[in-house]
């Protein structure tokens, strides 16, 4: 069955760095779009970052561009979002998201997500 496995989440002062790290399993990863999203108490869940099947395109939320990083390695199934000159207002959980082959634009499955708290 297809899981997905976040990791990497903690506490971190603002201006910090963390990374994200999700592993995939029981799904062909290499032919799947891979994305993350994140979601705090009482809002829905916001788009962060895509990675096409080869990682040559690569799309960011607007409140996330310039700072964060996402890649893919096929060879451990991997992806991973470098978060940079982190602020307060990223403090949510992230979530991993496996997108849709008929539309890559929406998720078909998710991981559990993983805390992420950035202190002022």
């Known amino acids: 069955q297809v899981q997905l496995t976040e990791s990497g989440g903690g506490l971190v002062q603002a201006g910090g760095s963390l990374t994200l790290s999700c592993a995939a399993s029981?799904?062909?990863?290499?032919?799947?779009?891979m994305g993350w999203f994140r979601q705090t108490a009482g809002k829905e869940r916001e788009f962060v970052a895509t990675i096409s099947r080869s990682g040559g395109s690569i799309n960011y939320g607007d409140s996330v561009k310039g700072r964060f990083t996402i890649s893919r390695d096929d060879a451990k199934n991997t992806v991973n979002l470098q978060m940079n000159s982190l602020k307060p207002e990223d403090t949510a959980i992230y979530y991993c998201?496996?997108?849709?082959?008929?539309?890559?634009?929406?998720?078909?499955?998710w991981g559990q997500g993983t805390q992420v708290t950035v202190s002022p």
């Open positions: 998201a496996r997108m849709s082959i008929l539309n890559m634009k929406s998720p078909d499955y």
């Open positions: 029981g799904f062909a990863f290499s032919f799947y779009v």
